[in-house]
């Protein structure tokens, strides 16, 4: 069993880009592809990174996914920040038939 | 367009046994994964446990085992997440998501609100 582990808050400004990270505590990272949702408040989570780095259509591509095998981290990258993309980010992964979910970081831009 | 569709919000007693629904559409519900997640109130996302429709396959999360049941109903398309003696520490929100071929939760429930409280 494994533990994804994402920081609880991350700032940055409107035009700026923020980087979340997503770090497994045992096991390689790329053992099991990683996605990556976005949770507005009062609504259920969206993809917006599948399979490591892969984008869902409709999914701007600001958002951009990646793995690091030496940090055993996946991250999740947004560029050209926009107020709209103020929200919660849970980043997911699988393990022995369940889904593993990262703590979840909350975005704000302000 | 293919979705899921949850049965409504919920108010019960400590005690009381619950049962919530999951309605798959448009696509075929037999051949892809659905699980639940508990969100409790302010806090991140929980799975508890999987379900593949097509044989009734059936993984729970260590956490949830023991506490809940999930089944499916492949005739109708619907998958259910149900409580013997719901407890306070119960109140969340509680999605189904469907599970694409590469572990992606590509399709997700509106969401269910479970209230517990004497």
């Known amino acids: 069993n494994f533990m994804l582990t994402q920081p609880h808050s991350v700032s940055e400004s409107p035009g700026k880009t923020v980087t979340l990270s997503c770090t497994r505590s045992s096991g390689s990272i790329a053992s099991n592809y990683v996605q990556w949702y976005q949770q507005r408040p009062g609504s259920a989570p969206t993809t917006v990174i599948y399979?490591?780095?892969?984008?869902p259509s409709g999914v701007p591509d600001r958002f951009s996914g990646s793995i690091d095998s030496s940090s055993n981290s996946a991250s999740l990258t947004i560029s050209g920040l926009k107020t709209e993309d103020e929200a919660d980010y849970y980043c997911q992964s699988y393990d022995s038939s369940k889904w593993v979910f990262g703590g979840g970081t909350k975005l704000t831009v302000l | 367009e293919v979705q899921l569709v949850q049965s409504g919000a919920e108010v019960k007693k400590p005690g009381e046994s619950l049962k919530i629904s999951c309605k798959g559409s448009r696509y075929s519900f037999t051949n892809y994964w659905i699980g639940w997640v508990r969100q409790m109130p302010g806090k991140g996302l929980e799975c508890m446990g999987i379900i593949y429709p097509g044989d009734s396959d059936t993984r729970y999360s260590p956490s949830f085992q023991g506490q809940v049941t999930i089944s499916a109903d492949k005739s109708i398309s619907t998958a259910y997440l149900e409580w013997r003696s719901l407890k306070a520490s119960d109140t969340a929100i509680y999605f189904c998501a469907r599970q694409d071929d590469g572990y992606n939760l590509d399709i997700w429930g509106q969401g269910t609100m479970v209230t517990v409280s004497s």
């Open positions: 399979e490591d780095n892969q984008r």
